[in-house]
């Protein structure tokens, strides 16, 4: 069983639609929960992160972990074509870290 | 310029060549990674190194060695390249300083191909 799986999509949306992107896991061990931006061609960025349950917002970002579930994820509001990439999950035991496979996202105009 | 810069960023080299992968990065950062990325199984870690004197082997190790030449200079090197070590390269740097979630900052990828 890997470490973090994630739906690899391709998930195509409208403009202006909410997006929901989710990860599980199966190490207890993870305490650090973050989201990985990717565009063709780049290297990720990091986009956002969050340290214990519950939700963290960030512009039209929200972050999501449910500790109980082994599940988070990453709520896109108010789309736009700009989002349009490759979002990895990615969680850490403060040394190493396990990047999900991402997800392709398209955000038509 | 680049906080985390890699050389060459692509390169196309046969069977059982030697090849070396360079990172150099300006931002300080005591912690650097190699990580390959393939289509379907995501990034996943080969090696990491906390300092200059501490290299540790990560997840997909075999087939890959590492050299931490100064903190600023992380090399990957494939002693004798194979076709399935094909993938995109990314190193990454974090600060062990920084308290929290040690964000990665990764660089631009180099892409290999082993004919």
């Known amino acids: 069983q890997k470490e973090v799986e994630q739906d690899p999509g391709p998930l195509s949306v409208p403009e202006g639609a909410i997006v929901s992107l989710n990860c599980t896991y199966s190490?207890?061990?993870?305490?650090?929960f973050m989201w990985y931006r990717q565009y063709s061609r780049k290297g990720p960025e990091l986009l956002m992160y969050?340290?214990?349950?519950g939700n963290k917002e960030d512009g039209r970002f929200t972050a999501q972990v449910d500790k109980s579930s082994k599940y988070i994820s990453l709520f896109i509001r108010d789309s736009q074509p700009s989002d349009s990439a490759t979002y990895l999950c990615a969680m850490s035991t403060g040394n190493q870290f396990y990047f999900g496979t991402g997800t392709s996202l398209t955000v038509i105009p | 310029d680049a906080d985390v810069t890699q050389t060459p960023r692509n390169r196309i080299t046969k069977t059982g060549k030697r090849i070396m992968l360079e990172c150099s990065q300006t931002?300080?950062?005591?912690?650097m990674y190699w990580y390959r990325q393939d289509p379907g199984l995501g990034l996943r870690l080969i090696y990491y190194?906390?300092?200059?004197?501490?290299?540790n082997k990560g997840e997909i190790s075999d087939g890959y060695s590492v050299s931490r030449q100064a903190q600023a200079k992380f090399s990957l090197s494939l002693e004798s390249a194979i076709p399935n070590q094909t993938a995109l390269y990314f190193c990454a740097t974090s600060d062990s300083g920084t308290s929290g979630v040690n964000e990665q900052y990764f660089g631009p990828g180099t892409r290999l191909t082993v004919t």
């Open positions: 969050t340290y214990s349950s």
């Open positions: 190194s906390f300092d200059v004197k501490d290299i």
């Open positions: 931002k300080g950062h005591d912690r």
């Open positions: 190490n207890s061990a993870f305490q650090y």
